[in-house]
């Protein structure tokens, strides 16, 4: 199947590791042009060399702090000095640190929300006056699971990952006459780097090993296993195609069946 990505110029945050470099390389693979970001200088130049060697596509490997307006800023601007343009954005920031109600401070509140909220908010407004002008443009929101069911201990994503979807659901009405999609794909208990560190942690918290605590989740979801970076990769590649072009201001569960919602 064409998805109709070749020669489109892709933006993928946080895409060193984890869900972000599943879903460049899924980009990649369909002959997009990349351009993708993370803090970690090292880490985003090793990402960027690896899928240009594995794929054949250009990539730009720009290091950015998406908490941060002026390094977003830095980021389109040789994006689009590179390729000209940015059709495709997918803001993805990784997630906040887990924490009940008492244990979060004020500090915390205010960091999270620049990286959940603020990030997605301000890489939206960069790049939209170019989708705009070619009446063109796909944005996808990485968020979560805990949208719509929230998880216990993470206060702060349940709350600014449905910050996310309430801003995304409202601006993909107002741009949907420039043919600009706007989607929120919410992946469920998936094998990452990020994954693994919640688990060792709660894990710890109950005095189980990290193997045990990854069955009591298996057991909430009904496939009984846990989501591979790949997985996720292909929706984002469908949602960002054009024949997802009549697909917007939706939200996408990808969780083996995890949330028992109707809708």
Known sequence: MDLGLKDKVALVAGASRGLGRAIAEEFAAEGASLIICARDATAVAEAGAAIADKSGAHVLAVPADVTMPEQITQLVESGKERFGRIDILVTNAGGPPAGTFDQISHAQWEEATRLTLYSA????????????????????????????????????????????????????????????????????????????????????????TTQEFYAQWEQEIPMRRLGEPNELGALAAFLASERASYITGTSIQIDGGWIRSLL
């Open 121 to 208: 908010v301000e890489m939206a407004r960069q790049v939209l006056p170019g989708m705009k002008e070619r009446r063109w443009g796909r944005i996808l929101n990485i968020t979560s699971i805990a949208v719509k069911q929230p998880v216990d201990s993470l206060l702060l994503s349940n709350s600014l990952r449905a910050a996310v979807t309430g801003f995304a659901r409202t601006l993909a009405n107002e741009v949907a006459t420039y043919g600009i999609t706007v989607n929120n794909i919410m992946p469920g208990y998936t094998r990452t780097e990020r994954l693994v560190d919640l688990a060792d942690m709660l894990a710890e918290k109950q005095g189980i």
